[in-house]
């Protein structure tokens, strides 16, 4: 009899603790689902650290991104280092200025053997298309494509990367 109680009890224990877990995921998407919560996007989740895209690109070798975090709060789901400058070259084209000024650097961003900003494709090994006439060359490792992308091509046009942020798996 003591052991049917026992069984018991830990049934009710059981039960409680999956009602608690279940509150709480519908607590979290409800509150997920609220416009206002723009600026919670800046805390990172519980897998994740954000580190500053000025922080250095160093930082970023060995790691998997998860996504980047914008001035204004806007997040980008990005699993990929490929994907995340994408997005940062594409946010960056969104004004006409700096659009402009990626648009005259184009073929003058030089790796060793390839063009590392150029109008087409040509010998690029991983090209991904920014705009009409827009690539960049992605065949790098995160530290190198980081550092490519803010000191030799947002730099260049005056991109103000240094309040973007990029979240990174916590491993």
Known sequence: M????ELQKLREELIREIDE???WIIDEVK???????QKESRKPRKY??????NV????FKGKRPTGVIFADGRRTENPTWKSVAEELLKDCCKDSDQRQALMDLRGKVLGRNRVLLGS???KMRSPVKIDE???IETHYDAETLMRILTTRILDMVGYDYSKIRIAVKAE
């Not at 509150?31 to 919560?37: A, D, G, L, N, Q």
């Not at 250095?56 to 930082?59: C, N, R, S």
């Open 21 to 23: 877990k279940f509150d």
């Open 48 to 53: 994740e650290i954000i580190y500053p895209l």
């Open 56 to 59: 250095g690109a160093g930082i």
């Open 31 to 37: 509150k997920e689902s609220v416009p206002s919560r």
């Open 133 to 135: 006439a827009l690539y």
């Open 120 to 122: 087409e494709t040509g």
């Open 2 to 5: 003591n052991t049917i109680q």
